[in-house]
């Protein structure tokens, strides 16, 4: 199945993503380029929502971009299979390599809106993130190893003090709080 049908069939749970459910269809009809960064406008993004086994702890990185505690995510850069970029980006990210996929299905649906930046010495336009979040579960005791390229570390945090760390108000009211009652 394909990632357009895989969003159609996502039921949201709340009015953000009956929104943005309908903005990522149409966006997707319009923009062949919808998965590659080139599209300056907006493009997809995989999030992986990572917890404990016994889903009271989520593995966060302190992202260098936004100098916040962060969920982890990277761009489809052409791939449609987003649950592959999501255990990708897991692993590249935080160094877990044995984290499983909870049912595999689409668990989120948000439009992020990134605001303008230097990257790599070069200007990033403010852009959108059509962005799809995936749940795992992971051990916490296997080893975390950072991407000092993205990160500049990588830590487990109970759902409490998950929201008291980031610095994006908007993501944790509207997005992490989401997540966590999602895996209650």
């Known amino acids: 199945m394909g990632l357009l049908q895989e969003i159609k069939d996502f039921i949201p749970g709340n009015q953000q993503e009956v929104c943005d459910k309908e903005q990522m269809i149409r966006f997707m009809l319009l923009h062949e380029d919808c998965l590659e960064r080139k599209n300056l406008i907006a493009h997809f993004t995989a999030s992986i929502w990572t917890v404990n086994s016994e889903r009271t702890k989520t593995l966060m990185v302190y992202h260098n971009l936004y100098d916040s505690w962060s ?29 499983v996929l909870a049912g595999g299905e689409i668990f989120s649906l948000e439009i992020l809106p990134v605001n303008g930046h230097i990257k790599k010495g070069a200007y990033v336009p403010t852009h959108l993130h059509m962005n799809v979040t995936y749940l795992a579960v992971a051990d916490e005791a296997e080893s975390l190893v950072g991407n000092t390229e993205e990160n500049q570390a990588v830590k487990w945090w109970s759902f409490e003090d998950a929201l008291k760390v980031p610095r994006e108000p908007w993501i944790v009211e509207n997005i992490y709080k989401k997540l966590m009652e999602r895996c209650r």
């Open 71 to 99: 969920w982890i995510g990277g761009h489809a850069d052409g791939v449609e299979d987003l649950r592959a970029v999501a255990l990708r980006e897991l692993q590249e990210e935080t160094g877990v390599k044995n984290a």
